[in-house]
C-alpha cells in the first residue's frame, strides 16, 4: 500500500501532516526511534493509499490521514486517538488490547487500568476486572466496530 516514502521526518505527527497533504495518502507509518530492525529507517515516513498488512510491531506507530494526538494529560497513561471515522474506518471491525510496557510486572490495582470509547456523542467505559485476570501483561478491554461514524464498543465480559 506504500505510494511514497519520506525521511528524516522527526515525529508522527509530522508524518501524519505529510499524509493529509497528499491526495493519494489516506493513511501512513512512522518509524520511531525504538525500531530495531533497520534502524537505518528510523524517522521514515510511509505514506499509504491502504491499511491492509495491519500487524503490531515495535518501532512502528501508523494512523489515517490528518490523525492527530489527542490533549495532554498529566498522567502515565497511554491514549490512542481516532480521528475520522466516518472517512476512513466505515465497516471496520478491530479489537482494543491494553499492553503492559511498564518495569512493574502484571498489571494491578495501582495500574488503574481502564479505557474510554467515544465517537464524540456516545460514550463507553470499561475497566480491568482484576479477579479475573490471570497475571498476563495484556488486557483485551473489547471489541468495535464503525458504522456511519459511529463507534460501537463491546466491552470484554
Not at 501508523?62 to 494526538?69: E, I, Q, R, T, V
Not at 474506518?89 to 474510554?116: C, H, Q
Request: aromatic share 8%.
Amino acid at each position: 500500500d506504500d505510494i511514497e516514502n519520506v525521511l528524516d521526518v522527526p515525529t508522527w505527527e509530522q508524518c501524519s501532516h505529510i499524509c493529509s497533504q497528499k491526495r493519494d495518502c489516506t493513511f501512513w507509518t512512522w518509524v520511531d526511534d525504538t525500531y530495531t530492525l533497520n534502524t537505518a529507517i528510523n524517522h521514515k515516513c510511509h505514506l499509504k493509499n491502504g491499511d491492509s498488512g495491519q500487524a503490531p510491531v515495535t518501532g512502528l506507530v501508523s494512523g489515517a490521514a490528518g490523525c492527530k494526538p489527542g490533549p495532554k494529560k498529566v498522567s502515565t497513561a497511554s491514549s490512542i486517538s481516532f480521528s475520522q471515522v466516518s472517512k476512513f474506518m466505515t465497516g471496520k471491525i478491530g479489537m482494543i488490547f491494553v499492553e503492559n510496557l511498564s518495569k512493574v510486572p502484571n498489571f494491578s490495582e495501582e495500574s488503574n487500568i481502564r479505557v474510554t470509547i467515544t465517537d464524540g456523542a456516545t460514550i463507553s467505559k470499561n475497566e480491568v476486572d482484576l479477579t479475573n485476570y490471570g497475571g498476563e501483561d495484556f488486557w483485551i478491554a473489547g471489541c468495535y466496530k464503525v458504522d456511519n461514524g459511529v463507534i460501537n464498543f463491546s466491552p470484554e465480559a
